[in-house]
C-alpha cells in the first residue's frame, strides 16, 4: 500500500484466460473478426453521431439564416411601405397644388374678365393693371421658390441705401385698388419719416406688395389696415408691421404658416384650410436672405400683425425664422 489508499484493478473472471488460449487459431481469428466487428459499430455510431451533430448545427445554422433574413425581409416591407406612402402623399400633395393654383390664377382671371363690363374707363384700367401685377408676382413667386428653395440656390441680392417711405409708395401703387374695393382704410405711419435701409429693391418691394395684399385678403371689409415701420435702435434694425382686423390664426398653424404649400387661407364661418402659401413662403425666403427675421402675432382679441425686421446693415448670415423671435411668432 506504500503509505497510501490501496488500488484495485478489474481482475477478468477465473478461468477466462485459459479458456481463450484453448480456442486455437480458429478461435482467436473468429475473436478478431468480433472485435473487428465491434470496432466498425463504434466507428459507425461514431460517424452517425457526427453526422447527426453536423445536420444539427448545419440546421441551427440554417434557421438563424432564415430569422436574419425574415427580419431584413420585414424592413424592406417596412421601408417599401414607408415610400409608398410617402409617394401617395407627394401625389396628393401634387393634386392639391394644382387645385390651389388654379384658385390663386383665378381670381385675377375673374377680374380681368369682369373688367370689360366696368363703365368707368380710369377704374377698368386700375383693375386690369391691378390684376395684371397680381399674376406677375404670383408667376414670380412660383419660379423663385422653385429656384431657390427646391434647388438649393442662394437668393441674389442687389443691396442699395433705399428711402423706406418711397419703397412703401411704390408698394401703395400696386394694392390700393383692392383696398378701395373693399372699402378698406390703409394708414402708413414711417418713423422717423427719412429712415432708409439698406435692402434689395425689388425683393423689398414684392415682401411689402404680399403682405399688403394678404392684410387685404383676410382683413374684414370696411377696417382700416396699417402700415407701422420704425427703427429698433437695441437690435441695429427696422422693423415693419402690417395689422389687419381679420380673424384670428389658430394656433394649430402657427408652424405652417411659413411654409410653402401649408399656408391656412380662411373659409366660411371661420374655418381654415391649406393654400399654396407662394406669398408668405417668398416673404421668409426673401427677409431670411436679407438676414433677417420674419412672423406674426395673432392674440384671440386681435388685431393679427404680420411683421418683419431687416438689419440696418448687411449681415453675413441670414437668421432662422423664429430664433429670435416673441413667442408668438411662426
Not at 473472471?13 to 472485435?35: M, S
Not at 423663385?144 to 438649393?152: I, M, Q, T
Not at 377696417?223 to 389658430?250: D, K, S
Request: some cysteine; glycine content about 6%; overall charge neutral.
Amino acid at each position: 500500500m506504500a503509505g497510501g489508499l490501496p488500488i484495485y484493478l478489474p481482475q477478468p473472471p477465473v478461468g477466462l484466460l485459459d479458456k481463450l488460449q484453448d480456442v486455437g487459431p480458429t478461435g482467436h481469428t473468429l475473436l478478431t473478426l468480433v472485435a473487428l466487428l465491434l470496432l466498425l459499430k463504434s466507428a459507425g455510431l461514431f460517424y452517425l453521431y457526427r453526422r447527426k451533430t453536423r445536420a444539427y448545427r448545419n440546421l441551427r445554422h440554417a434557421v438563424e439564416l432564415m430569422r436574419t433574413f425574415t427580419h431584413l425581409l420585414s424592413e424592406e416591407t417596412e421601408t417599401v411601405a414607408q415610400l409608398n406612402e410617402q409617394l401617395q402623399h407627394e401625389q396628393e400633395m401634387r393634386l392639391q397644388l394644382t387645385q390651389m393654383l388654379v384658385h390663386d390664377l383665378k381670381t385675377p382671371l375673374q377680374s380681368i374678365l369682369v373688367s370689360g363690363h366696368i363703365a368707368d374707363v380710369d377704374l377698368r384700367q386700375r383693375l386690369i393693371e391691378g390684376s395684371a401685377l397680381q399674376l406677375h408676382h404670383l408667376v414670380h413667386n412660383i419660379l423663385d421658390l422653385y429656384k431657390y428653395k427646391h434647388e438649393g440656390q442662394s437668393l441674389p441680392l442687389d443691396r442699395q441705401q433705399l428711402r423706406l417711405q418711397q419703397v412703401v409708395a411704390m408698394a401703395l401703387v400696386q394694392v390700393t385698388l383692392p383696398f378701395e374695393l373693399k372699402g378698406q382704410q390703409l394708414i402708413t405711419r414711417i418713423e422717423p419719416e427719412d429712415l432708409s435701409i439698406t435692402a434689395d429693391l425689388n425683393l423689398l418691394l414684392r415682401v411689402l406688395v404680399n403682405l399688403l395684399s394678404n392684410a387685404n385678403k383676410y382683413g374684414l371689409p370696411n377696417r382700416p389696415v396699417e402700415l407701422h415701420a420704425y427703427t429698433m435702435t437695441a437690435e441695429a434694425a427696422v422693423r415693419v408691421e402690417i395689422r389687419n382686423e381679420g380673424p384670428a390664426i389658430p394656433p394649430v398653424y402657427r408652424n405652417d404658416l411659413f411654409n410653402l404649400y401649408r399656408t391656412p387661407t380662411q373659409l366660411k364661418q371661420g374655418h381654415f384650410s391649406y393654400s399654396t402659401g407662394l406669398g408668405l413662403a417668398f416673404c421668409r425666403l426673401a427677409v431670411e436672405a436679407h438676414g433677417g427675421l420674419i412672423g406674426y402675432d395673432s392674440p384671440p382679441e386681435g388685431p393679427v400683425c404680420f411683421w418683419f425686421e431687416l438689419p440696418l446693415e448687411s449681415r453675413k448670415e441670414p437668421q432662422v425664422v423664429g430664433a429670435q423671435s416673441p413667442p408668438a411668432t411662426a
